[in-house]
Structures are given as C-alpha cells and as structure tokens.
C-alpha cells in the first residue's frame, strides 16, 4: 500500500533532541532490526488505556505511540512554545516528545498521527 510519511516541525523537534543529548542513541533505539518483532507484536495487542498503538524501542529508551486527532491539534497548537519549556526548565519532568508524524494510506485510506517520546518511567516494556 502506497502513502504519505510527514515529519511536523523538525527543526523544534531537533531543539529538544539537542536539548536532551539524546541524538547519537537514537539510531540505535530506532533501529529497524532490532525493533522488527516488537513492531509485529505491538499490531496484536489492543493498545493502552486509550486503545492506542503504541510500542517501546528495543533499548525501552524510547516509545512510540499513536494519538488521536484532538491530541495532534493540541501538539500543534503547543509547538511554538514547546522546546522554550525545556530550554527555560532543563529538569521539567513534563515528558519530552521528540517528533510529530503522520501516515497517510491511500487504498484503504487511513490516517494515523504518531509521537515518538522518551520512556519516562525507565522500565523495560514487559514491566508495564
């Protein structure tokens, strides 16, 4: 199936990322091989409380998640301030987002908004 990959606001993104001293770990994190079968496995189950796709990196550093429509208008609507938080408050415990993403599939059409973020709580996936 064909369909549209976007990438929001890199440059903010690429501020916190920077900001965190996360960059040179994340090609790890995101590795497709070594994430491939928790990908296939996160497909199976029915999501979180909010019934949401969501799965960890293979290192569980990071997570990513499906949101819903609402939510990715709320991110939007808080990207102009969104890294002079973390600039203004490097130990904010607000959990850091690092990209804001859709995927459109044109036959069957579908839309999915996505969030990578850091793991906060710092325990393996199979703790949850």
Do not use: W
């Amino acid at each position: 199936a064909e369909g549209v990959f976007k990438i929001y606001a890199p440059k903010l993104f690429e501020e916190v990322i920077d900001l965190d001293n996360i960059f040179n770990e994340m090609a790890s994190s995101l590795d497709l091989k070594k994430n491939f079968n928790r990908i296939l496995k996160a497909g199976i189950n029915k999501g979180g409380k909010s019934g949401e796709f969501f799965f960890f990196s293979s290192d569980n550093k990071m997570l990513i998640k499906t949101i819903t429509k609402a939510e990715y208008r709320v991110m939007l609507s808080l990207m102009p301030t969104y890294s002079r938080h973390f600039k203004d408050n490097p130990f904010s415990m607000i959990a850091k987002i690092y990209g804001l993403f859709s995927f459109q599939r044109f036959a069957p059409y579908e839309k999915y908004y996505l969030i990578l973020m850091k793991n906060v709580n710092g325990y393996a996936s199979d703790c949850l």
